[in-house]
C-alpha cells in the first residue's frame, strides 16, 4: 500500500508569496495533521483534520490554514511568507475514527525555502 | 503544559556497540508515547509505541523501548548498532485521546565502523 504522499517535494518563495502545500494520505485513513519542522528542531503540529473538520490547532499565526478534501486528501495554505517560515513541512495519516489517540504515519516533506 | 525532554543533543557510538536513548516527558496522565527515526531530508519512521500494558516495548530494526512510569521516562535501546541506524532520533507523546504529538528536539546518532 502507498504511504503518505505530500506535493511538492521542494519549493522556494520569496517574501510576501503565498504556497499551497498537498498531501495525500493513507488509504483508509480520514485524518491528516500537519507539522512543521525548522532545521535542527523537532516537528511542531500546525493543524489537524478530519471528516474536513478541524480537530485540532496549534500555535500558529492566522497566515496558516488548511482544509479537507471529500477524498481526505488535504492542502496547507501559508500566505505572506516570512523568511520564518523556511522548513520542512510534514503531513501525517492516522485513521482519526474515533476521539481517542491513534497512531500517525508521515510523508516524506515538503522542503520550503523563502528567500 | 506537556513537553518531552531529549537531554542528548548528539550520541557517537561504534558500529555493535550498544545504545540508549534517553527520554523524558511531562504529562499529568498515562501518556501515549512514540518514538520516530528522521534520515537525513526524509520524514519520520515509526520505530515503536506505548499505549498500554507491557512497559518494555518491541519496534521495528531491533530497536526497544521501557516506559517507567516513576521517572517519567521512555528511553529508546538497542543491543547492537549498525551502521544504517545513524539518524536522528525523535521522542514524542500524545496527550490523551488527541492525535496531536509533542515532539522532543531530538538526538542526533552517529555510528562509527
Known amino acids: 500500500d502507498a504511504g503518505v504522499t505530500q506535493s511538492p517535494t521542494h519549493l522556494i518563495k520569496t517574501r510576501g508569496q503565498q504556497v499551497t502545500l498537498r498531501c495525500s494520505p493513507i488509504s483508509g485513513h480520514k485524518s491528516v495533521s500537519w507539522y512543521q519542522q525548522v532545521l535542527g528542531q523537532g516537528p511542531q503540529f500546525i493543524f489537524q483534520y478530519y471528516e474536513k473538520e478541524e480537530r485540532g490547532r496549534g500555535n500558529f499565526p492566522d497566515r496558516f490554514s488548511a482544509r479537507q478534501f471529500p477524498n481526505y486528501s488535504s492542502e496547507l495554505n501559508v500566505n505572506a511568507l516570512l523568511l520564518g517560515d523556511s522548513a520542512l513541512y510534514l503531513c501525517?495519516?492516522?485513521?482519526?475514527?474515533?476521539?481517542?489517540?491513534?497512531?500517525?504515519?508521515f510523508g516524506p516533506g515538503t522542503r520550503l525555502t523563502v528567500l | 503544559a506537556q513537553s518531552v525532554t531529549q537531554p542528548d543533543i548528539h550520541i557517537t557510538v561504534s558500529e555493535g556497540a550498544s545504545l540508549e536513548l534517553r527520554c523524558n516527558y511531562s504529562?499529568?496522565?498515562?501518556?501515549?508515547l512514540f518514538w520516530y527515526v528522521q534520515s537525513p531530508g526524509q520524514g519520520l519512521q515509526l520505530l515503536l509505541k506505548y499505549f498500554s500494558g507491557d512497559t518494555l516495548v518491541q519496534g521495528i530494526k531491533g530497536f526497544e523501548a521501557e516506559f517507567k512510569r516513576s521517572q517519567s521516562s521512555f528511553n529508546l535501546r538497542k543491543p547492537s548498532v549498525h551502521w544504517s541506524d545513524a539518524a536522528e532520533y525523535f521522542c514524542?507523546?500524545?496527550?490523551?485521546?488527541?492525535?496531536?504529538?509533542?515532539f522532543g528536539t531530538g538526538t542526533r546518532l552517529q555510528v562509527f565502523p
Open positions: 504529562y499529568g496522565a498515562t501518556p501515549y
Open positions: 514524542a507523546v500524545a496527550p490523551y485521546n488527541t492525535d496531536k504529538l509533542i
Open positions: 501525517a495519516s492516522s485513521r482519526g475514527e474515533t476521539e481517542s489517540t491513534d497512531t500517525q504515519y
